[in-house]
């Protein structure tokens, strides 16, 4: 076991492009931290350049108490799992696990007895002879695992292990890789675009864009407390809510407009945080699909906010009741450039909305209720639950 | 859907294309009914049925000329070719892996030397091969000839190589690389292995141009006490008259071989020329 530390880690190619820029980032020891971000932010360059497959431009990685920078990848003591899983074709799944072994030269007999082991462990003993293109995909996720737990290495990188499996079989791999290095307590780096798998398996996750590390955290520091847009909208689903406001005087504690509707603010919104600089200057608004609660059971005390339901997924024991806000969707070009990050169709969305001065909003509520499609109705919202962002760098003001 | 198999226009494409089948067993049946003709029946009526099949023109060619027998002669051919092929696949396997692999200017460089060596026709530097050869002392023995064809034939060989090597994932290296495999041991266990497709037709096309070559063969062992297979048959040809018969005889016996490595190697071959490798 041992930890990974990147210090101001760069990654430049030939061409200039940086796939990784000043990277900061420690996985402590027995640590699962997850790397997630959309396609070519540079998390799978980052775990490349910890197993030593990329060179790295400038900075230090350290591997337990050694700097890494110029060591061969054989000599790192660690265990990669590769998103295609990478067996080796012509052999079997016992020689598929046992060629790290034997590449130390361990007796026959020692290495007889690991893969045994790791095929127990794995649920594998019985497809030993066999050769990789016989096994499911499950079966060969598990053989990629072996191969990388049989050597009990310092450390596991693991790049995307999961996104090649259908639906219900990674939800269960999701539960043993999650047990399996709990288990071994083995420091791991693990590499994914799925934001649901970073927010369960790891302990603390890192959010990358283009290259930058944008927040590190424990999954649900994330989700509630975003360091910027993009880690807002990246973490959740559905995503959160974007629109565009202010946040004027008026009322004690001042009050946040959306659209033509006014919610006011309490003590605690205003005090913490840059928001209070931000007097008459547009922002943007985040709202969590879980904090538009039905007046009902919410707080009567609760500011409102109207808006047309437009549509209703019933997907119990919860719903996803879609509103049409009459609001200013975000517009700042940086913003589109974050949202278009995390998906391109959200962008667009964005773009059209803006041209009919209306936001499409979701609420997560119970299923108890039914909701009719085409009323207008009033949502309950917490203003403490309200998210402020700067519309330009898109840092978070509160 | 519903309709039978068989148009009338899928009936006389199939008969076409049988016919044309028939018409490349043409040479064989001409090679195979000269090969049991008495002697002058082959000067006398050469494209008629044997009016005797002469079963033991087979053993009369297998003594071969000039007291060296057809088998003596097999052997060497079988040396040679073994010899020449073998080398090939370690040298066109491990020059290709590393030309394919390097993304260095040099690598691209080499690549396209090798192409030029295949365009250049090889029978304008016959010359002065033969004169370094010989004072290599590589003329007249098998070993001169292995040498001649490995270096003959490796561009072939690494052309057809790096086609595949650059369509192999590199995972497969990286992934060993990181289970603490040194480079030898990751093309020796991984990625030669995962060559064989390719390694086959490589063996089969430069086994097939090596067996069946004529010209450097009777230039560099012309004489010798070692012939191969086409040299040895050669020998019935000569100055004044030619033995047709013995010369078929040889000709059918010397094609045994190279047709079971095919029939053997048939799949494999295909493969090599079409797909990839499956995980």
Known sequence: ?398 | MGQHRYTLKTYGLELLLLGLAALWCVPFYYLSIVAVKPDMEVFTAPMSFPSEVRWDNFSRAWEGTAGVSLGTALANSIIVTVGSVALLIFFGSLTAYVISRNRQRLAGWLYTFFVVGIILPYQLAVVPLFSSMRSLGLVGNQIGLIVLYTGLFLPMAVFLYSGFVRALPVDYEEAAEVDGATRSRIFFRIVFPLLRPITATVAVMTGLLIWNDFFMQLIFLSGSQSPTLPVAIYGFVGEFTARWNMVFAAVLVSLVPILGFYLVAQRQLIQGFTGGVKS
Not at chain 1, 68 to 95: C, G, K, S, W
Not at chain 1, 105 to 121: C, D, G, L, S
Not at chain 1, 216 to 242: C, H, Q, T
Not at chain 1, 252 to 273: H, Y
């Open chain 1, 1 to 398: 076991m041992a930890s990974i530390i990147y210090k101001n880690i760069t990654k430049r190619y030939a061409d200039g492009t940086k796939a990784v820029d000043n990277l900061n980032l420690e996985i402590r020891e027995g640590e699962f931290m997850i790397v997630v971000g959309p396609s070519g932010c540079g998390k799978t360059t980052a775990l490349r350049m910890a197993a030593g497959l990329e060179d790295i431009t400038d900075g230090q990685l350290t591997i337990g108490d050694r700097v890494v920078n110029d060591l061969e990848p054989r000599d790192r003591d660690i265990a990669m799992v590769f998103q295609n899983y990478a067996l080796y074709p012509h052999m079997t799944i016992f020689e598929n696990i046992a060629f790290p072994l034997q590449n130390r030269n361990m007796p026959a007999a020692e290495v007889k007895q690991r893969v045994q082991a790791a095929a127990r462990t794995l649920g594998l003993e019985e497809h030993l002879d066999r050769r990789p293109k016989h096994l499911s995909g499950g079966q060969r996720q598990r053989v990629a695992m072996g191969r990388a737990i049989v050597r009990r290495p310092k450390a596991f990188l693991m790049d995307e292990p999961l996104s090649n499996l259908d639906a219900k079989l990674r939800v269960q791999m999701r539960a043993e890789i999650t047990r399996m290095q709990r288990d071994l307590g083995v420091t791991t780096l693990y590499v994914t675009h799925d934001q649901v798998e970073a927010m369960t398996m790891g302990d603390r996750i890192a959010v990358m864009r283009k290259g930058v590390l944008q927040q590190v955290g424990a999954p649900v520091e994330l989700y509630e407390k975003p360091a910027n847009l993009f880690v807002a909208s990246f973490i959740g689903s559905p995503a959160m809510n974007l629109v565009q406001g202010r946040v004027t005087n008026g009322n004690p504690f001042g009050v946040c407009e959306i659209g033509r509707q006014q919610i006011a603010l309490t003590s605690d919104v205003l005090r913490n945080g840059r928001l209070s600089n931000y007097h008459d200057r547009d922002l943007v608004i985040g709202i969590r699909p879980e904090h538009l609660e039905d007046p009902q059971g919410a707080d009567p005390m609760a500011p409102r906010l109207t808006a047309k339901i437009r549509l209703v997924e019933m997907l119990p024991p919860e719903q996803l009741v879609h509103l049409e806000l009459d609001a200013e969707p975000v517009a700042s070009i940086s913003a589109l450039e974050l949202a278009a990050d995390v998906d391109k169709t959200r962008a667009e969305n964005l773009r059209l909305e803006a041209q009919s001065h209306r936001v499409s909003i979701v609420a997560r509520l119970p299923s108890g209720r039914r909701y009719t499609e085409g009323e207008t109705a009033e949502w309950a919202i917490n203003p403490a639950n309200l998210h402020f962002f700067d519309g330009e760098t898109g840092e978070v003001l509160r």
